[in-house]
């Protein structure tokens, strides 16, 4: 097979064109081409009045492969890699996964595919009773810690922009994408540069893991919070949950701690547990609303009645040393109300998958160190969270977001309007956010937005709308583990994902799930 890449495509192109490019490209026949594929396809937006694709091409010719790619440098003989795993050995007690965010379910389908049985305790419901629970909290302000945006079966990813893009360059990302498209996601996540689910189509694909996990063995135990580890001679050997007021035992080997980043109740056991953690940097900031029709001209410009939502993907380093970035950009989504903890209030994005919302929003984050915050607690970085969460929550009260237009954060001499009505549930008000934030975050937020605002003009609107306060970017903390991935302090235990540290979005958190199951296996 060949690979042709940096094929340009119009905006609007048909199979016969795209065939036609194939065949100039090669500089063959249309007869001696067997079979063309788009392998992935992006959008170059760099000059607005020239938008097009930029596309990598499979192709399948009668012809000498190795002649036709010594004549053009953009093409290359290859062979795709598929993801494949055996297991080495078998378990003599069924492995415990404690979290069922992407890197639990991704953790448990390849131990079930293997024989292995697992079992998956999660503190929050399943999707189907979650997504119930949380509609309730934001439509009526009914709030249950237990089970949120933060927990609960598919983690925090299930509810927010549904991002399956990655940076990391491993064969499972490409069998990770094939699966959800296998359990029901959209077929176009498999060429998208960007590819994205969205919250809609994402928590179908989840249940259809969990059903398959469950054909295959598997046991998932929802509504079980996780209480202790039974750990002797630095060897795990049971663990404990709590489920309906009722408290159970698993004997195990074997413990994956797919915890997500706000477990703050696991981190406290596990610190009490003297399981080696370590203070890690994260980011602290806001949420940003623009019109999306805004973005979407500055983007794209004219071209863009004929492509999807924009995005966009800015950061900047000031003068203090500090960087403040974009982070999870929804286009045309919604800002939530993500708190999991009652008196504290965090805000995220989300999208459908459809980002066909009248608003698109993104967070504004500054970096934040163990610098910033240690007190010689392995956890002051989850009590600066909850420290600014707290701030959130008691601005206004009963979980109503506080939302300042971007002037008026700046300090201009600017009057609220109504341009940009902000879209987080179950409510917002207006208040000034620098009561909310230390002074570091609050300056460094204020230098960022103006050095955005020369990278993409629709930072100079004034009416764009804050809303405070995103916290939960990552983790706060990293749980260390050793080269075979268990834990330093506890043979048997596998800190994995994002709530360990060792991940960042869901596709990152799924191969950290995969790698785990297989060192288990190995």
Avoid at 256 to 278: C, P, Y
Wanted: net charge neutral; charged share 25%; with cysteine.
């Amino acid at each position: 097979m060949i690979t042709l890449k940096n094929l340009r495509l119009p905006l609007k192109y048909s199979k016969e064109e795209l065939k036609f490019a194939c065949t100039k490209a090669l500089r063959i026949s249309s007869d001696d081409v067997k079979s063309v594929s788009i392998k992935r396809l992006s959008i170059d937006a760099r000059k607005k009045n020239d938008v097009h694709y930029i596309a990598t091409l499979n192709i399948e010719i009668s012809g000498n492969e190795k002649i036709i790619v010594s004549k053009n440098k953009n093409t290359e003989i290859t062979n795709e890699k598929k993801y494949t795993f055996k297991a080495l050995k078998n378990l003599d007690k069924r492995p415990v996964i404690i979290g069922a965010g992407p890197a639990g379910l991704f953790c448990g389908l390849i131990l079930a595919r293997n024989g292995a049985n697992p079992i998956i305790i999660e503190r929050g419901e399943c999707i189907e009773n979650r997504t119930k629970t949380i509609n309730l909290f934001w439509e009526a302000s009914i709030f249950n810690s237990k089970s949120n945006v933060q927990f609960g079966e598919g983690g925090a990813g299930t509810f927010s922009d549904g991002k399956l893009n990655t940076g990391i360059n491993d064969v499972r990302s490409r069998f990770i994408l094939e699966e959800f498209v296998n359990h029901g996601g959209p077929e176009e996540i498999l060429i998208s540069a960007k590819p994205h689910i969205g919250t809609d189509e994402l928590k179908g694909t989840i249940i259809n893991i969990r059903k398959e996990i469950e054909n295959l063995g598997g046991t998932f135990h929802f509504n079980s919070l996780v209480t202790d580890l039974i750990i002797s001679d630095n060897k795990i050997k049971a663990v404990s949950f709590e489920q309906n007021g009722v408290t159970n035992t698993i004997t195990t080997d074997n413990v994956v701690l797919a915890i997500g980043h706000s477990a703050r109740d696991t981190f406290e056991m596990l610190k009490n547990k003297n399981i080696e953690m370590q203070q890690k940097a994260f980011s602290i900031g806001v949420r940003v609303e623009h019109l999306r029709e805004e973005v979407d001209e500055c983007q794209y410009g004219k071209a863009r009645h004929l492509l999807p939502a924009a995005d966009y993907k800015l950061n900047t380093h000031l003068k203090n040393g500090r960087g403040v970035y974009s982070f999870c950009m929804c286009p045309g989504g919604v800002v939530v109300n993500a708190s999991s903890e009652d008196g504290m209030l965090c805000v995220n994005g989300m999208s459908y998958h459809a980002r066909d919302g009248v608003n698109s929003n993104s967070a504004i984050l500054v970096s934040v160190t163990p610098e910033d915050y240690n007190q010689n607690d392995v956890l002051d970085g989850v009590k600066l969270q909850r420290m600014i969460e707290a701030k959130t929550y008691s601005a206004i009260g009963n979980h109503i977001a506080p939302v300042q237009c971007l002037g008026n954060f700046l300090g201009k001499d600017f009057t609220i309007h109504k341009k940009i009505e902000p879209t987080v549930k179950p409510g917002f008000d207006y208040y000034c956010l620098d009561k909310i934030f230390p002074n570091f975050i609050s300056d460094s937020l204020k230098e960022g937005f103006y050095d955005l605002a020369n990278k993409m003009y629709v930072f100079n609107d004034m009416a764009a709308v804050l809303t405070a306060a995103e916290t939960r970017s990552s983790s706060p903390v990293r749980i260390i583990r050793n080269d075979n991935l268990q834990s330093k302090s506890c043979t048997g235990l596998y800190p994995c994902g994002e709530g360990a540290g060792y991940a960042g979005g869901i596709m990152s958190a799924a191969v950290d799930g995969i790698k785990c199951a297989e060192a288990i296996l190995s």
